[in-house]
């Protein structure tokens, strides 16, 4: 497995506040996340999870969490799921996304991406499709996505 990202997150989150500090980390990295104030909850091989608490700065005129901070939550836990699965010597970007909205998004909520395939070492590049579910307190699925990532070696 590549990762320095699994094994930094392996490492700060045994410290006391280690997963808010991770979080923090990974928003300084790529600082549109933050827009959602995200807590990595679990990082794993073939397996990332996410939560967001519900805030005003998420919503929408409805008083529901905005779409798009769902679309950001999904590619955040997808690219956080692949960069962890990732052999060494490949490389990883989005090239896509289909979302279907399934019911009002309220409260906090907590996205789940797995592969749909197996990831591995290839000479050529190749299409990884992300499922991301996003459930609310009660489990309730509210927001899915498929997201494509395009996984190739590394020049």
């Keep these: 497995m ?30 549109y996340f933050g827009t959602i104030a995200p807590r990595i909850v679990s990082l794993e091989p073939n397996r990332c999870e996410v939560r967001i ?14 779409a798009i901070a769902m679309c950001n939550l999904a590619e955040l836990t997808a690219g956080l799921m692949v960069d962890a699965s990732l052999p060494k010597g490949m490389r990883w970007i989005p090239k896509g996304m289909q979302v279907q909205y399934l019911a009002k998004a309220r409260g906090t909520l907590q996205a789940t991406a797995l592969p749909a395939q197996p990831i591995v070492v290839a000479t050529e590049g190749y299409a990884l499709p992300v499922t991301v579910s996003v459930r609310d307190r009660a489990g309730t699925e509210v927001f899915s996505a498929v997201i494509d990532m395009w996984v190739s070696p590394a020049k």
């Excluded at 990762?3 to 990974?26: E, M």
């Excluded at 608490?53 to 905005?66: M, S």
């Design 53 to 66: 608490r519900d805030r005003r700065r998420v919503h929408n005129h409805i008083g529901t969490v905005h």
């Design 2 to 31: 590549s990762t320095s990202l699994l094994s930094l997150y392996r490492k700060i989150t045994r410290w006391p506040a280690g997963h808010w500090l991770f979080s923090r980390a990974v928003c300084f990295k790529a600082p």
